[in-house]
């Protein structure tokens, strides 16, 4: 059974920094396409950034420059540097899990962890 536990939310003010990490268990951790979504209060979920199972990185385009996404498959966990954050960084942010080869959304879920940034 697929499990994500991500960590490291909290209260930061403008221009602050966070590191988000998500741990996974259940699955061939390497194999899979992992990612960062976020939901902010009335909004649709919208995804942050993405890093397939060989390294390749995507990010939306409000947070290229300040965020990171990175992995390290020997401890199972994928790892979100956001920088320089701003008050509209605001949200519930979920990690997301599916395996490569799989091309439809993804369809394994954290809890998620809340980013509050204030001004």
């Known amino acids: 059974q697929v499990q994500l536990v991500e960590s490291g939310g909290g209260s930061v003010q403008a221009g602050g920094s966070l590191r988000l990490s998500c741990a996974g268990s259940?699955?061939?951790?390497?194999?899979?396409?992992m990612a960062w979504f976020r939901q902010a209060p009335g909004k649709e979920r919208e995804g942050v950034a993405d890093i397939a199972s060989d390294g390749i990185t995507n990010y939306a385009d409000d947070v290229k420059g300040r965020f990171t996404i990175s992995r390290d498959n020997a401890k199972r966990t994928v790892y979100l540097q956001m920088k320089n954050l701003k008050v509209e960084d605001t949200a519930l942010y979920y990690c997301?899990?599916?395996?490569?080869?799989?091309?439809?959304?993804?369809?394994?879920w954290g809890q998620g962890t809340q980013v509050t940034v204030s001004s």
């Open positions: 997301a899990a599916k395996p490569w080869r799989y091309v439809g959304d993804y369809t394994n």
């Open positions: 259940g699955f061939p951790y390497s194999m899979y396409n």
